[in-house]
Protein backbone atom coordinates (compact mmCIF):
# COMPACT_ATOMS: atom_id res chain seq x y z
CA UNK A 1 0.00 0.00 0.00
CA UNK A 2 2.97 2.47 0.71
CA UNK A 3 4.28 1.74 -2.56
CA UNK A 4 1.16 2.62 -4.30
CA UNK A 5 1.23 5.99 -2.48
CA UNK A 6 4.76 6.95 -3.38
CA UNK A 7 4.30 6.01 -7.16
CA UNK A 8 1.31 8.58 -6.97
CA UNK A 9 2.84 11.14 -5.18
CA UNK A 10 5.88 10.46 -7.43
CA UNK A 11 3.66 11.29 -10.74
CA UNK A 12 1.59 14.21 -9.30
CA UNK A 13 5.48 15.67 -8.72
CA UNK A 14 6.13 14.95 -12.10
CA UNK A 15 3.19 16.06 -13.53
CA UNK A 16 2.86 19.53 -12.14
CA UNK A 17 6.88 19.91 -13.52
CA UNK A 18 5.27 19.00 -16.73
CA UNK A 19 2.57 21.99 -16.25
CA UNK A 20 5.54 24.35 -14.80
CA UNK A 21 7.15 23.94 -17.71
CA UNK A 22 4.78 24.45 -20.17
CA UNK A 23 3.88 27.49 -18.78
CA UNK A 24 7.45 28.73 -18.78
CA UNK A 25 7.26 27.71 -22.58
CA UNK A 26 3.62 29.81 -23.40
CA UNK A 27 5.17 33.23 -21.52
CA UNK A 28 8.60 32.69 -23.50
CA UNK A 29 6.52 32.68 -26.28
CA UNK A 30 4.43 35.62 -25.50
CA UNK A 31 7.65 37.68 -24.99
CA UNK A 32 8.45 36.62 -28.21
CA UNK A 33 5.65 38.91 -29.63
CA UNK A 34 5.72 41.61 -27.04
CA UNK A 35 2.80 42.67 -24.81
CA UNK A 36 0.68 44.77 -27.39
CA UNK A 37 -0.98 48.10 -26.08
CA UNK A 38 -2.64 49.53 -29.10
CA UNK A 39 -4.56 53.17 -29.41
CA UNK A 40 -6.58 52.77 -32.01
CA UNK A 41 -7.80 56.51 -32.15
CA UNK A 42 -4.51 57.65 -33.40
CA UNK A 43 -2.83 54.96 -34.53
CA UNK A 44 -0.89 54.06 -31.95
CA UNK A 45 0.62 50.77 -30.59
CA UNK A 46 3.49 50.05 -27.47
CA UNK A 47 4.65 46.50 -27.44
CA UNK A 48 7.10 45.60 -24.64
CA UNK A 49 9.00 42.99 -25.64
CA UNK A 50 12.31 41.05 -24.19
CA UNK A 51 14.92 40.86 -26.93
CA UNK A 52 18.26 42.42 -27.74
CA UNK A 53 17.13 46.06 -28.76
CA UNK A 54 19.27 45.70 -32.34
CA UNK A 55 16.52 43.11 -32.61
CA UNK A 56 13.87 45.13 -32.96
CA UNK A 57 12.43 46.59 -36.15
CA UNK A 58 12.10 50.25 -35.74
CA UNK A 59 13.76 53.30 -37.12
CA UNK A 60 15.59 54.23 -33.76
CA UNK A 61 16.63 52.92 -31.22
CA UNK A 62 17.12 54.32 -27.53
CA UNK A 63 20.59 53.85 -25.30
CA UNK A 64 21.67 54.90 -22.13
CA UNK A 65 25.22 55.97 -22.19
CA UNK A 66 27.62 57.61 -19.03
CA UNK A 67 28.96 60.92 -18.94
CA UNK A 68 32.05 60.09 -20.85
CA UNK A 69 30.44 58.27 -23.49
CA UNK A 70 32.12 55.39 -22.73
CA UNK A 71 30.23 52.20 -24.20
CA UNK A 72 31.83 49.81 -22.02
CA UNK A 73 28.23 48.45 -20.26
CA UNK A 74 25.15 47.46 -20.96
CA UNK A 75 23.01 48.01 -23.80
CA UNK A 76 25.46 50.94 -25.26
CA UNK A 77 28.38 47.85 -25.54
CA UNK A 78 26.41 45.65 -27.57
CA UNK A 79 24.66 48.46 -29.56
CA UNK A 80 27.43 50.35 -30.61
CA UNK A 81 29.64 47.11 -30.76
CA UNK A 82 27.34 46.39 -33.62
CA UNK A 83 26.88 50.24 -34.88
CA UNK A 84 30.62 50.06 -35.98
CA UNK A 85 33.24 52.47 -35.16
CA UNK A 86 31.22 55.58 -37.49
CA UNK A 87 28.84 56.33 -34.56
CA UNK A 88 31.53 56.87 -32.30
CA UNK A 89 33.06 59.13 -34.87
CA UNK A 90 29.66 60.81 -34.89
CA UNK A 91 29.33 61.69 -30.98
CA UNK A 92 32.87 62.58 -30.79
CA UNK A 93 32.36 64.95 -33.19
CA UNK A 94 29.43 66.10 -31.71
CA UNK A 95 30.47 66.50 -28.02
CA UNK A 96 34.06 67.24 -29.04
CA UNK A 97 35.09 64.38 -26.41
CA UNK A 98 34.04 66.01 -23.50
CA UNK A 99 31.98 64.80 -21.19
CA UNK A 100 28.48 65.10 -21.06
CA UNK A 101 25.83 66.57 -18.10
CA UNK A 102 23.01 64.06 -17.63
CA UNK A 103 20.21 64.58 -19.02
CA UNK A 104 21.69 65.21 -22.27
CA UNK A 105 20.56 63.70 -25.32
CA UNK A 106 22.65 63.16 -28.71
CA UNK A 107 21.31 61.53 -32.13
CA UNK A 108 23.55 59.48 -34.79
CA UNK A 109 22.97 57.70 -37.33
CA UNK A 110 22.56 53.53 -36.91
CA UNK A 111 25.97 53.38 -38.18
CA UNK A 112 26.21 49.34 -39.97
CA UNK A 113 22.92 48.74 -38.23
CA UNK A 114 20.99 47.93 -41.24
CA UNK A 115 17.32 48.51 -40.17
CA UNK A 116 17.63 50.96 -38.14
CA UNK A 117 18.56 54.97 -39.26
CA UNK A 118 19.44 56.14 -35.92
CA UNK A 119 20.51 55.86 -32.04
CA UNK A 120 19.71 57.88 -29.67
CA UNK A 121 21.83 58.79 -27.05
CA UNK A 122 20.53 59.52 -23.47
CA UNK A 123 23.13 60.75 -20.79
CA UNK A 124 21.59 59.31 -18.06
CA UNK A 125 21.82 59.97 -14.22
CA UNK A 126 22.88 57.28 -11.51
CA UNK A 127 20.27 57.00 -8.83
CA UNK A 128 22.87 55.59 -6.33
CA UNK A 129 24.81 59.67 -6.97
CA UNK A 130 21.54 61.24 -5.75
CA UNK A 131 21.62 60.87 -1.95
CA UNK A 132 18.36 62.74 -0.71
CA UNK A 133 14.84 63.31 -1.16
CA UNK A 134 15.19 66.64 -3.60
CA UNK A 135 17.69 64.66 -5.22
CA UNK A 136 16.16 62.09 -6.03
CA UNK A 137 13.15 63.65 -7.46
CA UNK A 138 16.00 65.90 -9.84
CA UNK A 139 17.49 62.43 -10.78
CA UNK A 140 13.78 61.32 -12.01
CA UNK A 141 13.42 64.71 -13.27
CA UNK A 142 16.35 64.48 -15.47
CA UNK A 143 15.87 60.92 -17.25
CA UNK A 144 12.41 62.10 -17.96
CA UNK A 145 13.38 65.42 -19.52
CA UNK A 146 15.89 63.17 -21.15
CA UNK A 147 12.86 60.42 -22.61
CA UNK A 148 10.93 63.23 -23.88
CA UNK A 149 13.36 65.32 -25.86
CA UNK A 150 13.74 61.60 -27.36
CA UNK A 151 10.19 61.93 -28.46
CA UNK A 152 10.82 65.36 -29.69
CA UNK A 153 14.16 64.24 -31.52
CA UNK A 154 11.90 61.65 -33.18
CA UNK A 155 9.71 64.03 -34.29
CA UNK A 156 12.21 66.85 -35.83
CA UNK A 157 13.68 63.67 -37.58
CA UNK A 158 9.92 61.85 -38.91
CA UNK A 159 10.57 58.98 -36.87
CA UNK A 160 7.86 56.90 -36.63
CA UNK A 161 8.82 53.64 -34.91
CA UNK A 162 11.82 53.52 -31.83
CA UNK A 163 12.19 51.06 -29.16
CA UNK A 164 13.33 51.86 -25.59
CA UNK A 165 15.65 49.65 -23.26
CA UNK A 166 14.56 49.41 -19.73
CA UNK A 167 16.65 52.59 -18.98
CA UNK A 168 18.35 52.64 -15.38
CA UNK A 169 17.32 48.72 -14.36
CA UNK A 170 21.21 48.17 -14.53
CA UNK A 171 24.00 49.97 -13.97
CA UNK A 172 22.36 52.98 -13.15
CA UNK A 173 20.34 51.68 -10.29
CA UNK A 174 16.89 52.77 -10.79
CA UNK A 175 15.08 49.08 -10.27
CA UNK A 176 11.00 49.67 -9.00
CA UNK A 177 11.58 53.52 -10.22
CA UNK A 178 11.43 53.06 -13.63
CA UNK A 179 7.65 52.86 -13.06
CA UNK A 180 8.04 56.52 -13.44
CA UNK A 181 9.78 55.97 -16.91
CA UNK A 182 6.69 53.86 -18.14
CA UNK A 183 3.98 55.99 -16.70
CA UNK A 184 5.87 59.39 -18.38
CA UNK A 185 6.44 57.61 -22.01
CA UNK A 186 2.23 56.06 -21.49
CA UNK A 187 1.41 59.24 -20.74
CA UNK A 188 3.26 61.15 -23.85
CA UNK A 189 1.40 58.48 -26.18
CA UNK A 190 -1.67 58.79 -25.25
CA UNK A 191 -1.66 62.79 -25.10
CA UNK A 192 0.78 64.63 -27.82
CA UNK A 193 1.38 61.47 -30.57
CA UNK A 194 0.13 62.23 -33.57
CA UNK A 195 -1.03 59.13 -36.03
CA UNK A 196 1.41 56.38 -37.06
CA UNK A 197 3.43 56.35 -34.22
CA UNK A 198 5.16 52.90 -32.75
CA UNK A 199 7.27 52.62 -29.51
Excluded at 34 to 46: A, Q, R, W
Excluded at 77 to 95: H, I, R, Y
Excluded at 155 to 164: G, H, Q, R
Excluded at 165 to 176: D, M, Q, S, V
Aim: overall charge positive; some cysteine.
Amino acid sequence: MNGIIIIIIIIIIIIIIIIIIIIIIIQDAAWDDGFVYVNNTKNISVRFLRKKIIQCRVQAIVISQNRKLDPSHGCAKVVLNAAGGSVWDDLKKQTGGNCQEPGTVLVTTGGALEEISHIIHIVAPIWANYKNRTGKMECLYRLQKALLTCFQKCVEKSLTSVAFPAIGTGTLYFYYHCVHTIQLICSYITSVCGTENRV
